[in-house]
């Protein structure tokens, strides 16, 4: 039976924190991602991310459902990331989807399209 040395314990050790580090930082995006999505998408995508927000109600084309993993799996991250940052239009798509640029930055912009993949289930494209 072989033993750790104290040298091998403390590799360990450190490779523990790095990766409790990591999953922190991931943790931490995802939390601002979800804060974003519920300040700017959940009145009209809705809480449940279905496109069922509050707004959708009275709007003539119903938003997109997040939670749809095959709309989403087909959906490359760079048209969401062109729908977020320049709105419905910029994709070809609803005047209703508004443009957040200037709102929201790049980087808020791509936390969000990550976010998108959780939700749907799928991964980047």
């Avoid at 927000?53 to 993993?69: L, Q, W």
């Avoid at 609803?94 to 991964?123: A, Q």
Wanted: hydrophobic residues 40%.
């Amino acid at each position: 039976m072989r033993f750790l040395t104290k040298n091998h314990f403390y590799a360990l050790v450190a490779a523990g924190i790095a990766l409790c580090s990591v999953d922190a930082a991931k943790a931490e995006e995802s939390a601002h991602a979800v804060k974003l999505y519920n300040t700017y998408c959940v009145q009209c995508h809705g809480i449940n991310r279905d496109g069922n927000g509050i707004n959708s109600a009275s709007m003539a084309v119903k938003p997109r459902d997040h939670t749809d993993t095959k709309a989403m799996g087909d959906t490359p991250d760079e048209t969401l990331f062109k729908a977020i940052k320049g709105g419905g239009l910029a994709v070809g798509k609803s005047i209703l989807m508004p443009k957040w640029e200037g709102v929201l930055n790049d980087d808020e912009v791509k936390e969000l399209v990550t976010y998108l993949r959780v939700v749907s289930k799928t991964t980047s494209k």
